[in-house]
């Protein structure tokens, strides 16, 4: 599963970024990386952007960039 297939809601883990050079670069630095744990809060009508919050702070995502982002959903308490 990929971060783009998450739903408004969703808690999910990265588990492997995918993709090389300046895209997983730039991926890294919005704070994205393995292990770590992103919330949807929501997206836009047709899937791009869609806004996460990761560190607790708040970010948009493009559609292809989300695609490269493998997660696991998270099981809420």
Request: aromatic share 2%; no cysteine; charged share 30%.
């Amino acid at each position: 599963m990929t971060l783009r297939d998450a739903q408004v809601g969703q808690t999910v883990k990265v588990l492997k970024l995918q993709g090389t050079g300046p895209v997983k670069r730039r991926i890294m630095d919005m704070g994205i990386t393995k292990g770590q744990v992103i919330k949807v809060i929501r997206v836009a009508p047709l899937g791009d952007p869609m806004e996460i919050t990761v560190r607790g702070y708040e970010l948009s995502v493009r559609k292809a960039d989300a695609e490269m982002i493998d997660v696991e959903l998270v099981e809420e308490a």
